[in-house]
């Protein structure tokens, strides 16, 4: 599975739109690209995915670029409640028993911080 | 339709002894995982398995060892408890391999 790069920390005034970017640049065309959230000493949250078209749920809206090497969850009106580390996770198609299934799905992700 | 849920919530254990944890799901998954994860890190991936009866190993199984009897359930046991196993232990299920993942609350050890 591609390798994953995102930023340690953002910060986003409430109400604002919070846009969270990752690369992932040896992403793989059978591979997905999945955002998950850990809101603080709860156990993580899927938010979104998508493969090559950008995608939206009543959560939030992934991005992909053209190329597929990076892409940018939006959360378009970001609350108080909204603060957690963001994972973005990049992961074989389904029932494709990736070589490296047995590897870690979850770096170490951005924690984003509304502030009021 | 209570998803995945975990017991205990919080255990201490000394050096030497052993525990089991529990992982129950009720979405009719095939697929569960075990993850660990440490103080301001992310999760690392135990043990998975892939069908009732099926276990394989993650990236870091050592000290772990696994079982899936029944399809809804996934047991983490530690046979003989390290300081170095105190973490947060999150089960999570899928429907298919690897994709989108629930997640348990989690369990919180300590190992004194």
């Known amino acids: 599975d591609a390798k994953t790069t995102q930023p340690p920390s953002m910060d986003c005034a409430e109400g604002r739109a919070a846009n969270l970017p990752c690369n992932h640049s040896?992403?793989?065309?059978?591979?997905?690209v999945y955002w998950y959230r850990q809101i603080h000493s709860q156990g993580p949250q899927y938010i979104i995915h998508g493969l090559k078209n950008n995608e939206t749920n009543e959560m939030a809206s992934l991005i992909i670029t053209e190329d597929r090497k990076s892409s940018t969850l939006i959360l378009p009106h970001a609350t108080l409640r909204d603060t957690a580390v963001y994972y973005c996770?990049?992961?074989?198609?389904?029932?494709?028993?990736?070589?490296?299934?047995?590897?870690?799905?979850f770096g170490d992700g951005t924690t984003l911080t509304v502030k009021p | 339709n209570a998803g995945v849920t975990q017991t205990p919530k919080f255990r201490v254990l000394k050096t030497g002894q052993s525990m089991t944890l529990l992982c129950a799901q009720d979405?009719?998954?095939?697929?569960m995982y075990w993850y660990r994860q440490d103080p301001g890190m992310g999760l690392r991936l135990i043990h998975y398995?892939?069908?009732?009866?099926?276990?394989a190993k993650g990236e870091v199984p050592d000290g772990y060892n696994v079982s899936r009897l029944k399809k809804q359930n996934f047991l983490l046991g530690l046979e003989s408890a390290a300081p170095s196993q105190t973490s947060v232990y999150f089960c999570?299920?899928?429907?298919?391999?690897?994709?989108?993942?629930?997640f348990g609350p989690g369990t919180r050890l300590l190992v004194l």
């Open positions: 999570a299920s899928s429907y298919e391999f690897q994709e989108t993942q629930y």
């Open positions: 979405m009719n998954h095939e697929y």
């Open positions: 040896t992403i793989s065309g059978n591979e997905y």
């Open positions: 996770i990049v992961r074989v198609a389904s029932g494709v028993l990736s070589t490296n299934a047995g590897k870690s799905t």
């Open positions: 398995s892939v069908g009732e009866g099926t276990t």
